[in-house]
């Protein structure tokens, strides 16, 4: 059990299992890439554990952009999502096969607007996700480390008001 802030969390994905998972996903797209460039677009800040670790494992020629994204306009955090990306130079990914790397896809509203975003200009756009609401999500990601219930949880990227990502382990709130 951890405290951050003022919130009780408890055990919930070690360490070992995160790292059984990352090395799935990262056969899998190998394999699935084999031959092939992909462009990996890791988005920022919550997938920036999972993303490093997801990159070194694959077998596969890649290149990297990171992405910003904007999820909600000011008063309207949960009811509005932007699914803006930013990213420095999005010629790069004129005809590209592109793979987006998230730490958590929930509602997938964020994600489907990501998605219709990044295929005005590639070739192809995948999403690989360490988590996935399930039953929440309006979003099927092409790739999952773990699915689960509406928990809130943090770790290994994910966050409570910034503070968490650092933890080896996921933990959910109790």
């Not at 988005?43 to 494992?57: D, P």
């Not at 999403?127 to 609401?133: N, Q």
Request: charged share 25%.
């Amino acid at each position: 059990m951890i405290t951050i802030q003022d919130k009780q969390f408890e055990d919930f994905i070690s360490s070992v299992e995160i790292t059984e998972m990352v090395s799935s996903l990262a056969s899998k797209i190998s394999e699935d890439y084999k031959g092939q460039i992909p462009l990996i677009i890791p988005v920022l800040n919550g997938s920036f554990m999972f993303a490093a670790e997801l990159i070194k494992q694959l077998t596969i020629e890649c290149e990297v952009e990171f992405a910003g994204v904007k999820s909600y306009k000011g008063i309207e955090r949960g009811k509005s999502s932007t699914g803006w990306l930013t990213i420095d130079n999005y010629s790069i990914l004129n005809g590209r096969d592109v793979i987006v790397v998230e730490d958590i896809v929930d509602s997938g509203i964020t994600m489907n607007k990501i998605v219709s975003n990044l295929l005005v200009h590639s070739k192809t756009v995948k999403v690989v996700t360490l988590l996935y609401k399930l039953n929440k999500s309006v979003f099927l990601p092409d790739y999952f480390g773990r699915e689960l219930d509406d928990e809130f949880v943090v770790g290994y990227g994910m966050d409570y008001n910034g503070f968490g990502r650092n933890l080896t382990d996921i933990y959910k709130l109790k």
